[in-house]
């Protein structure tokens, strides 16, 4: 079987059994395999980043296969799982709908659908009082540039169409996202480029120590880039491979300056938003740098597929009736899953939670980090999501190998984290559901510091 990063080889490692961890098969599991085949057979191998765990169910802060294994999950799927994986409310929820049945209306209207806008509305900051949702992160941020667009040449000027974004940054996969992306590596299919997206250094102060608002406008002069051309600077909230903030006051520095040039500020919270960085939105963390457009995923629904573009009335209310639309815009199910899932947020202090939470994590991580430095470069760690980079001994350069042992020696011990393969796979990816109890964040602590003992 050739291909996937992790080898599908069954192998026995020790057992563990513990209140959050359970290993008790070899791994792959032996009887796993044929699905995993299966999988290797028919899909893309593209898609075989990932440890080889075949899920069978997913509770609260675990994950479990068939076989009597279960881990403890520092991946939340890819940052979905905010309010926690299989919460019986969303269940109860989507199943209260799919009894009925109520399983799509396409743009018809429902009462989910009014109560989810309504309240996502009155989550964002004032002003920002339309809600528009849709199925996947990607589709969110291709309508915002689509919006900002149309918003730059509402006076005719046809030339105030360019799209600044960041290097390293991560919108998606399809073709207007992936030109809003910053990683290279990503983009040779799309040739020839676009001269309208354009990309400037982002200031995360590690892989760009240079965190000055001046280098912007400097990337952009030195791209030929007018500045009232800009129709929109877009940015994910903190940059996904990090993970990387912006210092507080560049973010409002690029506030003023869209103001200046009559660009809107769009924030990526895909990843961010639903209290994963301990406030509700990322860009709290950036005080007055409030968007015009927020693109919203993952875990607004906590598990089903839902996105969402929330944006000032004038820019959202551009386009006439049934022309800004989508097939499985506002899915009865995936709506009655984000309502529930917003509720647990919101019951159970989740934000607060992250917060608190997060500063444990952070200590700890810290902890690893200085006890290898040369090869563990630096661990960002803000609410519930972390990030270390992994570097080749004393540089800063990537080291995706290493990395991906210490996840594989991870998953051995039942602490299962997502690679973010093809993307930045030299980073070490932390991302708990939001509601894991501080005994199992400490745990797992424990776990990827004797991973890295084992590996390093
Ligand atoms: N923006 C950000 C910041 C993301 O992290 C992702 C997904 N990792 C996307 C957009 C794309 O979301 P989707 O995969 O749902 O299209």
Redesign the pocket.
Known sequence: MAGGKYSLVPTDVPKVATRYRRIQTALPVPESLTVLESLYRYEPRSMQGQPPIVWDRAEGCQVYDAYGNCWLDWSSG??IANAGHGRPAMVEGICALARKPLLTTYCFPHAGRAELVRRLAEYAPDGLDKVFLLS??????ECCIKLARTWARRDGDSRKNVIVSFQNA?????LG?QLAGGMEKLKDWIEPRDPSFVQVPFPDGYKNSETDFDVFERSLCEQGVEFDRVAAVLS?TYQ?VGPDFMPPDYARALRRWCDRYGALLIW?E???GFGRTGTFWGFEHYGAAVPDLI?C??GISGALPL?AVIGRTPIMDQYPPGSMTSTHSANPLSVACALASLDIIEKEKLVEKAASNGRVLKTGLEGIQATWPDVLGCVHSVGMVAGIQVVKPGTREPNPNLALRINEACFRKGLLMFAPVGVAGECIKISPPLPTPLEAIEEGLAVLDEACRQVI
């Open positions: 890819v940052l996947t992160g990607s589709e969110a941020v991560f919108h998606g996969r399809t996202s994910e996904g990526d895909v990843q961010a693109a995923g993952k996105s």
